[in-house]
């Protein structure tokens, strides 16, 4: 069984930067998508970010497609998302996925994932 293990989360100021990292255990990281999905206090879960296998393709949330990034290494088995500008509204657990499909509008449905960390908190302050 797949197991992803979600690190780097944290508090943070408005404006400040993280970076998030996923290990990915159990398989190879270049054989599935990969992503990050959040949920904030009180909210459904809302996709973030994804890439495609090879990293060649990948997918944002349209708030912060400027200022997140999303790249893996699959050498390393991780997948990472640089936070940058964050904002109090980014403050949510976030969740690192994978799959072994892909496509560009169904990779934004949460259910279209089947493996799922355990999350990793990130609070940004005001």
């Known amino acids: 069984q797949v197991l992803l293990v979600e690190s780097g989360g944290g508090s943070v100021q408005a404006g400040g930067s993280l970076r998030l990292s996923c290990t990915l255990s159990?398989?190879?990281?270049?054989?599935?998508?990969m992503g990050w999905f959040r949920r904030a206090p009180g909210k459904e879960r809302e996709f973030v970010a994804a890439?495609?296998?090879?990293?060649?393709?990948?997918l944002y949330l349209d708030s912060v497609k400027d200022r997140f990034t999303i790249f893996r290494d699959n050498t390393k088995n991780t997948v990472a998302l640089e936070m940058n500008g964050l904002k109090s509204e980014d403050t949510a657990d976030y969740y690192c996925?994978?799959?072994?499909?892909?496509?560009?509008?169904?990779?934004?449905?949460?259910?279209?994932?089947?493996?799922w960390g355990r999350g990793t908190q990130v609070s940004v302050s005001s």
């Open positions: 890439s495609i296998w090879n990293g060649g393709e990948t």
């Open positions: 159990g398989g190879t990281s270049s054989t599935y998508a």
């Open positions: 996925v994978a799959s072994t499909t892909w496509g560009e509008l169904s990779s934004r449905n949460s259910r279209n994932w089947r493996f």
